[in-house]
């Protein structure tokens, strides 16, 4: 390999080190909150590590092709369009600016590693980075637990917190979002497990991720990970022993937590107690382990607001203003987001819009028939849908942003 090459090479895997790191480990939350350096300097620098590979002509014949950009596009467009028209008083129609700034901002990042990833090489790499981020968001997860007597500091004396982040006392690494976590975990374990090389190692691969989902508590992402399995299982991939081995680990896990936190349940109520209940007590009725939270409150009154204004919803960003309940046993305040995003989409766009523009997005994702990584996509979109049934940021995350270029650019490399 000539000077040239090497050099190329080396540029490679810095950008696709930084790109990993801050969008699908969500390094950024760590760099901005934990280091004070501005979010704004993130984007001037991914635009700087992407120009070069815009000379080379297979990434601007994959560029006028892509059709995932195209559609990020036109979603946008529609936005601005939105927009303008809250501007009219006399409509029922409002626009959330900062949700709006955000948004804009994520469909530059995506843009970013649209151009990034339109390179076949490029994608190889960043696979093989992503398997460390899958393990740096492992530690994080462990770091966190470890440490849960800092979330108390953390709530009086910011300054002393030593733990990365706790949120609610459930593990979060650089997340803050314990749901997010475990969605990237699981994502990230789908996408990469092929690169582990014996069925021995990928199990443990396996297991070592669904016992850092369990410590976040998210029920949504320990279903993600269950289901994971099952459709391995009925693909041939795993044995019917190791689905009893994802259970005993996913079981334990939830009783160390249990142990380690068996002084914090009491001050967090049945929050973090119904959870664990749900983990370790698979076979207990629902209304014994239910949490006494909003999530069935936002569900019906996110379905309200959709029927109030069916045609064009109520403008961009208003999904996050779903009613719910205050109470003492709830850390919700009057207003959350509807923890679905065909209801965010529905409640912002209108029904017909809402629904049309989601559901493109999985058409666009659905790879070639002679794709190399067919079944790795296949598996991302089945939890994706799952995924976006359980939270309204299944398309806000920036996990989710890196992510969805990744995954439509795999299902275009063909098969050799």
């Not at 960043?126 to 966190?144: A, S």
């Not at 207003?335 to 997005?361: C, E, K, R, T």
């Amino acid at each position: 390999m000539n000077l040239k090459a090497r050099a190329n090479n080396i540029y490679i895997y810095l950008t696709s080190t930084f790109l990993v790191f801050l969008y699908f480990c969500h390094g950024d939350n760590y760099l901005i909150l934990w280091k004070g350096i501005p979010s704004m300097i993130f984007f001037p620098i991914g635009c700087f590590l992407i120009v070069p590979f815009l000379s080379q002509k297979e990434v601007i014949r994959n560029l006028t092709k892509n059709l995932l950009l195209q559609y990020f596009i036109l979603l946008t467009i529609v936005t601005l369009i939105w927009a303008v028209i809250s501007l009219f008083p006399f409509l029922n129609f409002s626009t959330n600016y900062n949700y709006l700034k955000n948004q804009l901002l994520n469909f530059l990042i995506m843009i970013i590693c649209m151009i990034f990833f339109s390179n076949q090489a490029n994608i190889k790499i960043t696979l093989r980075i992503m398997v460390f981020g899958v393990f740096l968001g492992v530690f994080l997860n462990v770091y966190d637990i470890l440490n849960i007597d800092n979330y108390y500091l953390a709530t009086t004396e910011p300054s002393s917190r030593k733990a990365f982040s706790i949120v609610f006392a459930r593990a979060a690494g650089f997340y803050l979002d314990p749901n997010v976590t475990a969605s990237a975990l699981i994502f990230g374990l789908i996408l990469t497990e092929h690169l582990i090389k014996s069925r021995k190692n990928k199990l443990l691969y396996a297991l070592l991720v669904g016992g850092a989902i369990s410590l976040t508590l998210s029920l949504s992402g320990v279903l993600f990970y269950a289901v994971y399995f099952f459709f391995r299982f009925i693909y041939g991939k795993v044995r019917l022993k190791t689905i009893f081995m994802v259970v005993i680990v996913i079981m334990v896990t939830s009783f160390l937590v249990r142990d380690l936190m068996k002084r914090e349940i009491i001050d967090f109520g049945p929050g973090i107690t119904s959870r664990i209940m749900a983990l370790t007590n698979p076979f207990k009725s629902n209304d014994d382990i239910v949490d006494n939270n909003s999530r069935t409150i936002l569900l019906k009154n996110a379905i309200v607001m959709v029927s109030e204004d069916p045609i064009f919803g109520k403008g961009i960003g208003q999904h996050q203003f779903v009613k719910t309940e205050q109470s003492a046993k709830t850390r919700s305040g009057t207003h959350a987001g509807p923890h679905n995003q065909w209801l965010a989409f529905m409640i912002d766009y209108g029904l017909f819009f809402g629904v049309l523009f989601f559901s493109i997005l999985f058409i666009i994702l659905i790879p070639n028939k002679n794709s190399l990584y067919r079944r790795e996509v296949l598996f991302f979109i089945a939890i994706y849908f799952l995924y976006s049934l359980f939270s309204h940021t299944a398309i806000k995350n920036h996990s989710v942003m890196f992510l969805l270029p990744l995954v439509y650019q795999m299902g275009r490399i063909k098969k050799f």
